[in-house]
């Protein structure tokens, strides 16, 4: 494979690592909770796919630069922007101040999304939503 046709996948590699992820969680709620296999597969396929687009279409466009570095420039940006520590490459420097950019953007944007949750969390919720 060509560096121009692995560096087009990452996103949906991405997207697939992500939506596998919420999916595989999600579906094991479904089966612990309502003993179903069906929902759980409907739940797997259905939010596998729509996380796993959302979140490869988001950080395309909150951190471009992530498309012209290797796989392995792209995890020693993340690690060190993560943990907090040095980049070992100094060109890769700019990368980690354009990922943490997007990791704040990322938050603000969240920031209204998480009330809507809690909300409609205490409203299709049986008992009343009350704060410790």
Same mark, same amino acid.
């Given at each position: 494979? %060509?560096?121009? *046709?692995?560096?087009?996948?990452?996103?949906?590699?991405?997207?697939?690592?992500?939506?596998?992820?919420?999916?595989?969680?999600?579906?094991?709620?479904?089966?612990?909770?309502?003993? %179903?296999?069906?929902?759980?597969?409907?739940? &797997?396929?259905? &939010?596998?796919?729509?996380?796993?687009?959302?979140?490869?279409?988001?950080?395309?466009?909150?951190?471009?630069?992530?498309?012209?570095? %290797?796989?392995?420039? *792209?995890?020693?940006?993340?690690?060190?922007?993560?943990?907090?520590?040095?980049?070992?490459?100094?060109?890769?420097?700019?990368?980690?101040?354009?990922?943490?950019?997007? &990791? *704040?953007?990322?938050?603000?944007?969240?920031?209204?999304?998480?009330?809507?949750?809690?909300?409609?969390?205490?409203?299709?919720?049986?008992?009343?939503?009350?704060?410790?």
């Amino acid at each position: 494979m %060509s560096v121009r *046709r692995v560096r087009a996948m990452v996103p949906t590699c991405r997207g697939v690592g992500a939506g596998l992820g919420a999916g595989v969680l999600s579906a094991a709620f479904v089966l612990v909770e309502a003993g %179903s296999w069906p929902g759980a597969v409907v739940v &797997l396929v259905v &939010l596998g796919l729509f996380y796993g687009i959302r979140v490869a279409r988001r950080m395309s466009g909150l951190w471009p630069e992530a498309a012209r570095l %290797s796989g392995a420039e *792209r995890a020693a940006v993340v690690r060190a922007t993560r943990r907090g520590e040095a980049v070992g490459d100094p060109r890769l420097a700019p990368s980690v101040a354009g990922y943490a950019g997007a &990791l *704040r953007r990322a938050a603000e944007e969240d920031r209204l999304r998480r009330w809507v949750v809690v909300l409609v969390t205490c409203s299709r919720s049986r008992w009343p939503c009350t704060t410790p």
